[in-house]
């Protein structure tokens, strides 16, 4: 089973820029994916990637300004995020699925999404001040 570890948060001003790094071990799986929980509210999905790199799949408030990518000789899947907004505050987390994940995400999307991918990392904190 893919164990997920996530780094890079932190604290930035409105307009600024953060990576968020997940390394997967043993490797990557079929569909990889960013997550996002603010308190009080539900799990939102951010981004989503297809094994592979080729297609990426994001949540319209996000697009434009965040970049999921992955390098699969080193395992690892990446959240550029620019232009950060207060709103864009949360914990954030990778998630493993399989490739249904991916296809339900691109068909129904995020929110239907959410139950295929079935490993999840520890979570990382943004914290965007105005």
């Known amino acids: 089973q893919v164990q997920l570890v996530e780094s890079g948060g932190g604290s930035v001003q409105a307009g600024g820029s953060l990576r968020l790094s997940c390394a997967a071990s043993?490797?990557?799986?079929?569909?990889m994916g960013w997550f996002r929980q603010a308190p009080g509210k539900q799990r939102e999905g951010v981004a989503a990637i297809y094994a592979g790199g080729a297609r990426t799949r994001y949540v319209g408030s996000v697009a434009g300004r965040f970049t999921i990518s992955q390098d699969n000789g080193k395992n690892m899947v990446y959240l550029q995020m620019n232009n950060l907004k207060p709103e864009d505050s949360a914990m954030y987390y990778c998630?493993?699925?399989?490739?249904?994940?991916?296809?339900?995400?691109?068909?129904?999307?995020?929110?239907?999404?959410?139950?295929?991918?079935?490993?999840w990392g520890q979570g990382t904190q943004v914290t965007v001040s105005s």
């Open positions: 043993p490797v990557i799986d079929s569909c």
């Open positions: 998630a493993a699925g399989t490739l249904q994940a991916c296809n339900t995400w691109s068909s129904s999307g995020p929110d239907l999404a959410l139950p295929y991918f079935a490993t």
